[in-house]
């Protein structure tokens, strides 16, 4: 079992930055492949971006350039640098993790991942 809290969100403006964290808790994180996913209010949970077990990442077209996502399997966490922040951002962020017996390869479906947090609240306004 893993257990995952999001938090890091927040209001802020148009351009303006966030740093999402997650915190996961329960065996071998380092195995598992982890993403990020967002849900905007009315439409269908959305691939934001993911880092794999040997720390390779892929990002959603929005998101390359602009978001970054990194691991620190000492502390159990993976986090989710946001830049250049546009309306169109504003969702719930989910913190998502893998079996630690998933493939290496890039997992951007959320059927694809077995543990999820509660989400954290990310507004930016114009």
């Known amino acids: 079992q893993v257990q995952l809290a999001e938090s890091g969100g927040g209001l802020v403006q148009a351009g303006g930055s966030l740093r999402l964290s997650c915190a996961a808790s329960g065996r071998a994180f380092s195995s598992r492949q982890m993403g990020w996913f967002r849900q905007a209010t009315g439409k269908e949970r959305q691939f934001v971006a993911c880092i794999t077990k040997t720390s390779s990442t892929k990002y959603e077209d929005t998101a390359r350039g602009r978001f970054t996502i990194s691991r620190d399997d000492a502390a159990n966490r993976v986090y989710l640098q946001m830049n250049n922040l546009t309306p169109e951002d504003t969702a719930v962020y989910y913190c998502?993790?893998?079996?630690?017996?998933?493939?290496?390869?890039?997992?951007?479906?959320?059927?694809?991942?077995?543990?999820w947090g509660q989400g954290t609240q990310v507004t930016v306004s114009s």
């Open positions: 998502a993790a893998t079996e630690i017996f998933s493939t290496n390869s890039f997992k951007t479906n959320h059927g694809e991942y077995n543990y």
